[in-house]
């Protein structure tokens, strides 16, 4: 897969309360919701972020608590995310909902500054900063990720998975876990 | 292998895992605070109608009660509607509940060797030896919905604490100590398995608070091995003794080994703005403070209320600070009443909250505004977290927070006693 877009540069340890702080986790109005995401570090993010554009962090991106990170970030159409490493549970999110999440150990603070223009090979494993012309490697993931990645996600093969299962029931006159008595 | 490893191999229905290993494993419980009703939602966009057995899910409202507004209060009627259509019995609403990293333990819900999965502090758990562990919103729906779900097997880092540690000094300090030690990715995507003489210096809840700052650390999760005190504990709840648990072998594999010398550890403070900006209390005495919180998932169980009562007992607090205490649970709520602690800190011009997660998440009942500078028993001090982003939030022990309140800046528990 090819991923173009623009960067937005964050650094170390950003959390999910930098993402979105708590206050505002239970707003319906999911539009409403992402206008604060990272106000509190960058306030004209929201309403500048333009779709396929890329958030580029240090390490440890997304730690802290279990709010729907990945899917704030996906109501802004953001392309995904680049990082030295993430936390575990923004990184399960960006699993669940088959969200770009690309890691790049080597990174320094330098690397990919704001505003430049990056193209990212996932089957290649490479990001390149296309304004600067330098090319940087990212991780592959193991297989056991990899085919939920290309499935859409777990959610994605969640959902086929329970209608095989329903429309099996169904057809073999078994009971079936997903209708009511 | 090692206890983590064990507990994977037990719900993969293998013989044998490898840290780095992916699995798909059995979940005994998955947790739902209110905050986690995108789970409900994602659950329903997975084209589900039924959960996999609501017998192996709990709902526990701990974020926004009681309702802050009228938006929390439709959320927690949600909530309760899934419950009733769903047959879920274990749902616990502010007055038969409390914090959801309390409330499963104490109703029996939670049992050595099992896989739990929540939002992030539900490592906390991992004091009574289960994998507990914070997965996004959308793996919890996948969760109720099959069952199961995936992991990495994890490498455990393997924590010595060594030595009594002196008065004044808690579970609090020695999760903080390590947080210095490692830093706040020190343990990303590992286990920590804590073990050494310390943990029989000290009471159950510690252990509590210390695999609950694990979390802080980045770790998948912590835990301590079954022993007396584990047993105990559930005897003290009225609960049935766990029978079978798994433990370490001998001859298992730790990814990494270190140990604490708990010993000489004077009581620890984190500095804004993160967890992990951790130093002596002695470094950072005398400094202000507006607002004093005790309580909370960390240590806002009946031991931790007791050290803030010993301090508070017969004092009065700062007039320019003000002192809000929150019990973990309505159950240690009301065991605070019974031994007067409650009496006491009401005596010493405390304001004492229900159960909630509410000013600890910077949600309500006691928001810092953007010059206040409070101190906290809580786990979180990152930019904004107890409310405006200029605020600022030291992490410590009840009894510094305790005697903090009392002098008006930060102080140590001696001097106050003294």
Redo the contacts between chains.
């Keep these: 897969m090819i991923l173009k877009g623009r960067v937005w540069r964050i650094g170390d340890h950003v959390d999910t309360d930098q993402i979105l702080p708590a206050g505002y986790i239970n707003l319906k109005n999911r539009r409403e919701r992402a206008a604060h995401c990272f106000e509190t570090i960058i306030p004209h993010f929201a309403s500048s972020v333009e779709p396929g554009d890329f958030v580029v962090a240090g390490i440890n991106f997304g730690c802290g608590s279990s709010r729907p990170s990945v899917e704030i970030l996906q109501d802004l159409q953001l392309g995904g995310v680049v990082a030295r490493s993430f936390a575990r549970i923004f990184f399960r999110g960006g699993i669940a909902r088959g969200f770009p999440l690309i890691i790049c150990p080597e990174l320094s603070e330098e690397d990919l500054p704001q505003g430049h223009r990056i193209e990212i090979d996932t089957g290649k494993g490479t990001v390149l900063d296309v304004t600067a012309g330098n090319s940087y490697a990212s991780e592959k993931y193991p297989p056991f990720l990899n085919q939920i990645i290309n499935e859409g996600g777990l959610m994605e093969v969640t959902y086929r998975r329970l209608n095989e299962s329903i429309a099996k029931a169904h057809e073999e006159g078994t009971n079936c876990l997903q209708c009511s008595e | 292998m090692t206890l983590v490893e064990k507990i994977l191999a037990n719900h993969a229905g293998l013989t044998d895992v490898r840290p780095g290993q992916?699995v798909e494993a059995d979940v005994d419980l998955v947790l739902l605070s209110d905050?986690?009703?995108?789970s409900i939602q994602?659950f329903r966009?997975?084209?589900?109608?039924?959960v996999?057995n609501s017998e192996k899910i709990a709902i526990v409202f701990d974020h926004?009660v009681p309702a802050r507004d009228v938006?929390?209060a439709d959320?927690l009627r949600t909530m309760k509607q899934f419950a009733r259509q769903q047959g879920i019995k274990n749902i616990f609403d502010l007055p038969r509940g409390g914090i959801q990293h309390l409330v499963p333990a104490e109703n029996g819900l939670i049992y050595p060797g099992m896989i739990v999965v929540?939002?992030?502090h539900t490592c906390t758990d991992g004091a009574l030896s289960v994998l507990a562990t914070?997965?996004?919103?959308?793996?919890r729906?996948?969760a109720m919905?099959?069952g199961r779900l995936?992991f990495r097997v994890p490498e455990t880092l393997r924590v010595f604490l060594r030595g009594r540690p002196k008065r004044h000094v808690t579970g609090m300090d020695i999760g903080l100590a390590l947080l210095r030690r490692i830093g706040?990715?020190g343990a990303?995507?590992r286990a920590i398995e804590f073990v050494g003489d310390t943990l029989d210096h000290l009471p159950m809840s510690a252990r509590f608070t210390l695999c609950n700052l694990t979390m802080e650390a980045?770790a998948?999760t912590g835990l301590v091995g079954v022993d007396e005190k584990t047993i105990a504990f559930y005897r003290d709840m009225g609960l049935p003794s766990p029978s079978h648990y798994p433990r370490s072998d001998a001859d298992a594999v730790f990814a990494e080994r270190l140990s604490l010398n708990i010993e000489d550890l004077e009581p620890q403070v984190a500095a804004p703005y993160?967890p992990d900006n951790v130093s002596d209390l002695t470094s950072i005495l005398g400094l202000p403070i507006s607002h004093a919180f005790i309580g909370f998932c960390v240590n806002g169980r009946l031991p931790d209320l007791e050290l803030a009562a010993q301090v508070l007992e017969g004092r009065t607090v700062s007039p320019d600070v003000t002192l809000s205490i929150t019990p973990g649970s309505q159950r240690v709520f009301r065991e605070a009443v019974q031994r007067g602690y409650i009496n006491i800190f009401l005596e010493a011009g405390a304001v004492v909250t229900p159960p909630t997660c509410g000013a600890c998440?910077?949600?309500h009942m006691g928001?810092l505004g953007p010059e206040d500078v409070a101190i906290s028993t809580s786990n979180?001090n990152?930019?904004?977290?107890m409310g405006h982003?200029d605020s600022k939030v030291y992490l410590a022990n009840p009894a510094v927070v305790a005697a903090s309140a009392i002098r008006g800046k930060i102080s140590s528990p001696v001097e106050v006693l003294s």
């Design positions: 992916y905050v986690a009703v995108r994602a966009e997975l084209g589900a109608t039924h996999y926004n938006k929390t959320v929540d939002g992030s914070g997965v996004s919103a959308e793996d729906a996948v919905a099959t995936w706040a990715n990303t995507y980045g998948k993160s998440a910077g949600i928001v979180r990152f930019k904004g977290r982003p």
